[in-house]
């Protein structure tokens, strides 16, 4: 059986390219780069070739870049740098549709005392920019918001936001790991301070991140040690992976127009083919969205069952629904955007990169229809080809959710 990878908002196969990139430095070319001989020197210099390369798909200067070991340590150094350099200053800002890495994040600087706002979403998932404006106060230290949505796709105006907080002093980070690769960016053209991305949403390795830290901006190191990364990360350079990141950085450069094209034109013929099936809406706003990504609600079924049958069938996705990791809430990005639970738990993420082909959409759009048939065939709330209109369905904010259980 084919595998047809549609997830690759979770993570992406590793390109020939970069995996060739990489291999040299794992044995021959094995020197450390702070090291003063010549096997330390020519690795440095393999360093700042690929460091240049991360900062022109970025559109900053190399000495801007900080490697991590992932995107939630930049999260989690951007969050910590910005409350460090700032003691005066007990709020944050965010969204309620942030990845776990800034939510969770924030939720425990809430339990250490300090202030946090999580500005909503709209039924499309759009920022409340109202709400956003309103939350800005002279005590706030750092206004964090995602670039894209790892969950629909929805872009946020960082750009706009930036300024906004650049206007009132505060700073201002987005977790771009999403948008990085997948829609242009140009660093010095914005006032955003600090930016998050990771390798491997971008056809780099798992266990490689890096932070963009604008240059003049206060920083306080997450991780202390040696003088690796201008002091801000100590802890020897991770070499292969960087130069992997450096790879792929200049392929997501190259393949940026494709990504806005042809792969764009993919993802839109899978979704309109998958709402012609009856009871299905898209999650998010079809206009402000990244090109790769749809999140799709097939009502009166349950996400994770969903899952189960296409991977049967090769299709490889994710879900919105959080049934298997024991709790019975809906994902909190559905659930910001007042996703009705019946949609909610039927909502299934679909995300494609250049590695996906024409025939791979046509297989799927064959197999869900069956799919999504057998298992509304078998569900409570289905009966003669439509809803059960007196179900009585129950809220998933109670215990007995009768889709979940
Ligand atoms: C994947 C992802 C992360 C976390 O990146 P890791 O490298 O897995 O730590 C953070 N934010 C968003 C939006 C993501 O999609």
């Given at each position: 059986?084919?595998?047809?990878?549609?997830?690759?908002?979770?993570?992406?196969?590793?390109?020939?390219?970069?995996?060739?990139?990489?291999?040299?430095?794992?044995?021959?070319?094995?020197?450390?780069?702070?090291?003063?001989?010549?096997?330390?020197?020519?690795?440095?210099?393999?360093?700042?070739?690929?460091?240049?390369?991360?900062?022109?798909?970025?559109?900053?200067?190399?000495?801007?870049?900080?490697?991590?070991?992932?995107?939630?340590?930049?999260?989690?150094?951007?969050?910590?740098?910005?409350?460090?350099?700032?003691?005066?200053?007990?709020?944050?800002?965010?969204?309620?549709?942030?990845?776990?890495?800034?939510?969770?994040?924030?939720?425990?600087?809430?339990?250490?005392?300090?202030?946090?706002?999580?500005?909503?979403?709209?039924?499309?998932?759009?920022?409340?920019?109202?709400?956003?404006?309103?939350?800005?106060?002279?005590?706030?230290?750092?206004?964090?918001?995602?670039?894209?949505?790892?969950?629909?796709?929805?872009?946020?105006?960082?750009?706009?936001?930036?300024?906004?907080?650049?206007?009132?002093?505060?700073?201002?980070?987005?977790?771009?790991?999403?948008?990085?690769?997948?829609?242009?960016?140009?660093?010095?053209?914005?006032?955003?301070?600090?930016?998050?991305?990771?390798?491997?949403?971008?056809?780099?390795?798992?266990?490689?991140?890096?932070?963009?830290?604008?240059?003049?901006?206060?920083?306080?190191?997450?991780?202390?040690?040696?003088?690796?990364?201008?002091?801000?990360?100590?802890?020897?350079?991770?070499?292969?992976?960087?130069?992997?990141?450096?790879?792929?950085?200049?392929?997501?450069?190259?393949?940026?127009?494709?990504?806005?094209?042809?792969?764009?034109?993919?993802?839109?013929?899978?979704?309109?083919?998958?709402?012609?099936?009856?009871?299905?809406?898209?999650?998010?706003?079809?206009?402000?969205?990244?090109?790769?990504?749809?999140?799709?609600?097939?009502?009166?079924?349950?996400?994770?069952?969903?899952?189960?049958?296409?991977?049967?069938?090769?299709?490889?996705?994710?879900?919105?629904s959080a049934c298997?990791?024991g709790s019975l809430e809906p994902?909190?990005?559905?659930?910001?955007?007042?996703?009705?639970?019946?949609?909610?738990?039927?909502?299934?993420?679909?995300?494609?990169?250049?590695?996906?082909?024409?025939?791979?959409?046509?297989?799927?759009?064959?197999?869900?229809?069956?799919?999504?048939?057998?298992?509304?065939?078998?569900?409570?709330?289905?009966?003669?080809?439509?809803?059960?209109?007196?179900?009585?369905?129950?809220?998933c904010?109670t215990n007995?959710c009768?889709?979940c259980n």
């Amino acid at each position: 059986m084919k595998t047809i990878y549609f997830d690759n908002n979770a993570t992406t196969d590793v390109d020939p390219q970069v995996l060739e990139a990489m291999l040299p430095y794992f044995q021959g070319r094995y020197g450390n780069p702070s090291s003063m001989h010549h096997k330390g020197g020519e690795v440095a210099a393999a360093l700042r070739e690929a460091r240049k390369q991360l900062a022109d798909l970025l559109g900053c200067e190399p000495g801007e870049i900080i490697y991590t070991s992932c995107g939630t340590e930049s999260d989690n150094t951007a969050m910590w740098s910005a409350l460090r350099t700032q003691p005066d200053r007990r709020h944050l800002v965010s969204s309620r549709v942030e990845h776990s890495a800034v939510i969770n994040n924030a939720a425990f600087l809430k339990r250490q005392g300090y202030r946090i706002t999580e500005v909503g979403v709209d039924r499309e998932g759009l920022l409340d920019m109202e709400g956003l404006k309103n939350a800005l106060t002279p005590d706030t230290a750092l206004v964090t918001l995602l670039w894209a949505n790892n969950e629909t796709g929805v872009l946020f105006p960082v750009e706009e936001i930036a300024r906004l907080c650049s206007e009132k002093g505060i700073v201002f980070h987005t977790d771009a790991v999403q948008a990085v690769g997948k829609i242009p960016i140009n660093l010095k053209e914005t006032k955003i301070d600090m930016l998050s991305l990771a390798g491997h949403k971008i056809h780099a390795p798992k266990g490689i991140g890096a932070l963009y830290v604008r240059k003049g901006l206060k920083f306080a190191p997450f991780m202390i040690g040696g003088h690796q990364e201008g002091g801000r990360r100590g802890g020897t350079e991770n070499v292969p992976y960087i130069i992997g990141l450096g790879m792929a950085a200049k392929l997501a450069g190259e393949r940026l127009p494709e990504e806005n094209t042809r792969v764009k034109a993919l993802r839109d013929r899978l979704e309109d083919g998958l709402l012609k099936i009856p009871y299905t809406m898209v999650n998010g706003s079809r206009l402000c969205r990244l090109p790769n990504t749809t999140n799709i609600s097939f009502e009166y079924i349950e996400g994770e069952s969903i899952l189960f049958h296409l991977s049967h069938a090769g299709i490889c996705a994710s879900s919105g629904s959080a049934c298997t990791s024991g709790s019975l809430e809906p994902s909190h990005v559905l659930r910001a955007m007042g996703v009705p639970f019946t949609a909610a738990h039927g909502s299934i993420r679909l995300s494609l990169a250049t590695t996906n082909t024409d025939e791979e959409v046509t297989e799927a759009l064959r197999i869900f229809p069956e799919v999504v048939i057998k298992l509304r065939d078998l569900s409570p709330f289905w009966k003669d080809g439509g809803p059960v209109q007196e179900s009585g369905l129950l809220s998933c904010d109670t215990n007995n959710c009768q889709i979940c259980n």
